[in-house]
């Protein structure tokens, strides 16, 4: 089971700010940094955020991460329906010695 | 511009070894501080890196899953190769490869290949 741990699901209407949370521990969030991917339905990953913050050539504005200790977050403003889709955290684990993946959050537009 | 793509069996019997290839293109494996990975994903759960191999030929492992996982890469062929040993159904998944760069995350991923372990 993954050591990232995300809520299953979230959710907004279009325009609104959605915030998903991935808590880790000192061995991988708190150490390392954090990468966030969204998965659109019947498709592969795409890197969406990279090193914590940073963006990607390509992906909107909208989309912003951030890290504090054991813990990351990935906001989306203005959410859209094409933001419908599942968003996984993850970072590499030093006492596991690989990369980890957190648990994913479907994220719904209403 | 980088693509890869993931090749082999979609059908895989019970206790059975898995090999699947990875053919990229767009990057060399020999440039520092570049690795490949494969990932997983069954149905409707989360996905999970199994290996990755670095341009000097470092590995990682799933700690979970390392005795029956074996990484390769052929430079000259731009390819990597995952073998996994004594498949079971609860190996049904995706199979993904994608390229790492230095710093970065996984980007870009292949299409992925669905590998179903069924006698």
């Known amino acids: 089971q993954s050591v990232l741990t995300q809520p299953p699901s979230a959710s907004g209407t279009p325009g609104q700010r959605v915030t998903i949370s991935c808590s880790g521990s000192?061995?991988?969030?708190?150490?390392?940094?954090v990468n966030w991917y969204q998965q659109l339905p019947g498709t592969a990953p795409k890197l969406l955020i990279y090193?914590?913050?940073q963006r990607p050539s390509g992906v909107p504005d909208r989309f912003s991460g951030s890290k504090s200790g054991t813990s990351a977050s990935l906001a989306i403003s203005g959410l859209q329906s094409e933001d419908e889709a599942d968003y996984y955290c993850a970072a590499w684990d030093d006492s596991l010695n690989g990369y980890v993946f957190g648990t994913g959050t479907k994220v719904t537009v209403l | 511009q980088i693509t890869l793509k993931e090749s082999g069996p979609t059908l895989v019997q019970p206790t059975q070894t898995l090999t699947l290839t990875c053919t990229f293109s767009?990057?060399?494996?020999?440039?520092?501080?570049?690795?490949v990975g494969w990932i997983r994903q069954p149905p409707g759960k989360a996905l999970e890196c199994l290996a990755l191999?670095?341009?000097?030929?470092?590995?990682r492992y799933s700690p979970s899953l390392k005795s029956r996982l074996t990484i390769t890469k052929d430079t000259s062929k731009n390819q990597v190769v995952l073998t996994m040993t004594s498949m079971d159904p609860v190996d049904t998944a995706t199979y993904y490869c994608?390229?790492?760069?230095?710093?970065?995350?996984?980007?870009?991923w292949g299409q992925g290949t669905l590998v179903t372990v069924s006698s």
């Open positions: 191999i670095y341009w000097d030929d470092d590995k």
């Open positions: 767009g990057f060399s494996l020999s440039t520092t501080g570049v690795s």
């Open positions: 090193s914590n913050h």
């Open positions: 994608a390229h790492m760069a230095p710093g970065e995350g996984f980007d870009p």
């Open positions: 000192s061995s991988n969030i708190g150490s390392n940094t």
